[in-house]
């Protein structure tokens, strides 16, 4: 793999129609130094595992322990898009609807505006890079892990 990659641990629970329905570790996964500060690990709660459902690698089958991967530089991408765009957007209708008109109410109107036409202008975005939206990919761990299927129960 030339690009780096973001990884998760997980257990291959089923292979559905050329998919393969994971069950991942909540925690998080130490790449980047935040560990247990990590997004991943907060929004999973107090749940022991998340379903991740991914596009099937060949070899691999129910009970392999994997590691679910997305490049590194497609995410960052993707979390400008997500999260910088809108807010920035927002930001700007506000300012937009003040500046034309200063009560509050047309304020909030701008400001809620610009946040939907971010939210549209993204989708579109997406549509027409691909990029911008990384898949994860499904990577078979070689060597044997002391991983038991009972640390990832997912009720």
């Given at each position: ?38 997004g991943v690990g907060k929004m999973a ?111």
């Amino acid at each position: 793999m030339s690009a780096p990659f973001i990884e998760h641990r997980g257990v291959v629970r089923r292979i559905e129609g050329g998919k393969a329905i994971v069950a991942m570790e909540t925690g998080g996964c130490s790449a980047c130094g935040h560990v247990s500060a990590c997004g991943v690990g907060k929004m999973a709660g107090d749940r022991p595992a998340t379903l991740l459902t991914v596009p099937l690698e060949a070899g691999v089958q129910v009970g392999d322990v994997v590691a679910v991967g997305l490049p590194a530089a497609g995410l960052s991408a993707s979390a400008l898009l997500g999260y910088l765009f809108p807010a920035i957007a927002m930001l700007l209708g506000a300012a937009l609807a003040a500046a034309l008109d200063g009560r509050d109410g047309v304020t909030a109107l701008g400001a809620m505006a610009g946040f939907l036409a971010a939210l549209i202008l993204a989708r579109l975005a997406v549509g027409l890079a691909p990029r911008l939206m990384p898949a994860p990919r499904l990577m078979p761990i070689p060597t044997a892990s002391p991983v038991s299927i009972q640390e990832f129960h997912h009720d």
